[in-house]
């Protein structure tokens, strides 16, 4: 997956809560076998409103999205993050996050911002008001601030994944960096034993 350090653009508002994973990527269609082609799909039953903020022109290209507690709630289908990504979004920010959502967003390289409420909330009525905030999200910082003005907030993340997408580290480039130990241990194998083949 590619790094991801610095984040700049379009901040969409979705203020709600408790966004769970069928209305991010309804289940009809996860039949698709491909990683991609989710985003046309994203929201699918809210963007039938033709008012749903999604289907706002000045919006189009948002990269951040801005929403309320317990986003990625419901079931735990890798698809929810893959259409965000899928659609352009690069980074969410949210009060919270449902625990699998944010495992599978960190695999993947889309970057959750969690924020007190009152934040969120501040950030909310910037981007409701002005459709062409531009929200800058810098993880080698952990801030969050709006282009053109001085002030940031600041966010927690874990360590771990920070290392991983600051590097764009999935769990094949993790195991990866283990090639020289991997390709030892399989040259002492037996014959007779399968072997491993590590292929770039």
């Known amino acids: 997956m590619d790094p991801v350090t610095r984040i700049q653009g379009v901040a969409l508002p979705l203020n709600r809560a408790d966004v769970d994973t069928d209305q991010i990527i309804p289940a009809k269609y996860l039949k ?98 002005n459709p062409n905030t531009q929200v800058i999200v810098d993880l080698e910082s952990q801030s969050v601030s709006v282009a053109g003005e001085s002030w940031s907030l600041n966010f927690d993340v874990d360590p771990f994944v920070k290392h991983c997408l600051l590097n764009g580290l999935d769990d094949i480039s993790l195991t990866l960096q283990h090639e020289a130990d991997i390709s030892a241990f399989e040259a002492q194998r037996p014959d007779f034993l399968p072997r491993t083949k590590v292929t770039a």
């Open 32 to 129: 698709l076998v491909e990683r991609t082609g989710f985003g046309r799909f994203l929201f699918d039953s809210w963007r039938k409103d033709e008012s749903f903020v999604l289907n706002d022109p000045r919006y189009a290209g948002a990269q951040v999205l801005i929403s309320g507690p317990n986003f990625g709630c419901g079931s735990s289908r890798e698809h929810a993050p893959w259409a965000l990504q899928d659609y352009g979004f690069r980074a969410v920010i949210a009060p919270s996050f449902a625990d699998i959502f944010r495992n599978n967003c960190a695999k993947i390289g889309l970057l959750l911002v969690p924020l007190p409420q009152d934040e969120v909330d501040i950030l909310l009525k910037r981007a409701e008001a």
